[in-house]
């Protein structure tokens, strides 16, 4: 059983920056894959990004891809998702996930995660 916890979001002007946090609860944390997706109020969830569970493999959707950096600290057992050059379009509740399958690499499928956070909110204001 893994818990996450997110912090982080908040209200920003466009061209701003935030990093979300997400601590996770449990021994085995560094052999999970984490992911960050996002929904935004009327979408479906949707891929961020995600990292394999060394650290070493990332991958991003395109719409975030040069403006956010997912990393993680294994020692610390949290997650990071740096965001950088913020838009409207990036408002969203923000959601980090584990999961077992693609450990390496991460997936970008949201019903390959097997425990999620509660969210926080990230608002950007143009």
């Known amino acids: 059983q893994v818990q996450l916890v997110e912090s982080g979001g908040g209200l920003v002007q466009a061209g701003g920056s935030l990093r979300l946090s997400c601590a996770a609860s449990?021994?085995?944390?560094?052999?999970?894959?984490m992911g960050w997706f996002r929904q935004a109020p009327g979408k479906e969830r949707e891929f961020v990004a995600a990292?394999?569970?060394?650290?070493?493999?990332?991958n991003y959707a395109y719409s975030v891809k040069g403006r956010f950096t997912i990393s993680r600290d294994n020692a610390k057992n949290t997650v990071y998702l740096q965001m950088n050059s913020l838009k409207p379009e990036d408002t969203a509740v923000y959601y980090c996930?584990?999961?077992?399958?693609?450990?390496?690499?991460?997936?970008?499928?949201?019903?390959?995660?097997?425990?999620w956070g509660q969210g926080t909110q990230v608002t950007v204001s143009s």
């Open positions: 449990g021994r085995t944390f560094s052999s999970y894959a």
């Open positions: 990292i394999g569970w060394s650290g070493g493999n990332t």
């Open positions: 996930a584990a999961t077992r399958a693609a450990p390496r690499l991460g997936s970008s499928s949201s019903g390959e995660y097997d425990y």
